[in-house]
């Protein structure tokens, strides 16, 4: 009797499991359909590039030695190592940019994307963009970092740049993301190719600022 008991708790607990796993799987689905969907025209970058708020897993057999610097713009992972250098742009490290942002004469450029808008909200619901924390005094460009930029944002990060820079093309360009954040050196290589000669790369970003005990700060996107 006892043992009849037994298994029947044991098949209970085993189609509990089986309905939890499934409700885990679905409220899942939108979650992994949104990824799928950052990155889409709106932003400027491609349908399939991915938001880079998490790293991708390593892929099996990847090489782990130091990256090559590409011909041509990231378009896809962008959360994965980064080369050590870009050619005609300053790399800096984590204390030559602190140097730089304590003589207050380089503009600090974020291009850490915006999040989208959750695809299929229920009707009425209110959206509210998440707020974004950066180095003090950095202006945020969101969604120039991707490989290709459609029209409207190629445009709008031209005219910024110009603003910027007070139409010097040789004014101090700071640009910056995460660490291992292929977005930015996309974005300086774009200001590179836009004709700034004074372009330099902060590669560890926001990362690399709080690990020399800097704090980051609220900051708003630059329209």
């Not at 850490?112 to 619901?125: C, E, H, M, R, S």
Request: glycine share 8%.
């Amino acid at each position: 009797m006892r043992q009849r008991q037994a298994r029947q708790r044991s098949s209970a607990c085993r189609i509990k499991l089986a309905l939890y796993t499934c409700l885990a799987l679905l409220a899942a689905a939108p979650a992994a359909l949104h990824a799928a969907d950052d990155g889409a025209g709106a932003t400027g970058g491609p349908a399939a590039a991915p938001h880079p708020d998490v790293p991708p897993p390593p892929a099996e057999g990847a090489h782990t030695g130091p990256v090559e610097e590409p011909a041509d713009y990231r378009m896809d992972n962008f959360r994965t190592p980064v080369p050590p250098t870009l050619r005609g742009a300053k790399v800096l490290s984590n204390d030559q940019a602190a140097d730089l942002w304590n003589k207050d004469g380089a503009v600090f450029i974020d291009v850490y994307p915006q999040a989208p808008k959750p695809p299929n909200l229920p009707a009425g619901t209110f959206w509210r963009e998440p707020s974004h924390r950066s180095i003090e005094g950095a202006r945020w460009l969101p969604n120039v970092g991707y490989g290709a930029l459609n029209s409207t944002v190629d445009a709008s990060f031209r005219a910024n740049l110009k603003e910027l820079s007070k139409g010097k093309r040789d004014a101090p360009l700071v640009f910056f993301c995460l660490k291992d954040c292929w977005m930015s050196w996309n974005a300086a290589k774009r200001a590179l190719e836009y004709g700034y000669t004074n372009v330099m790369w902060f590669r560890d970003g926001t990362d690399g600022w709080q690990e020399l005990g800097y704090p980051l700060a609220e900051v708003k996107k630059t329209e």
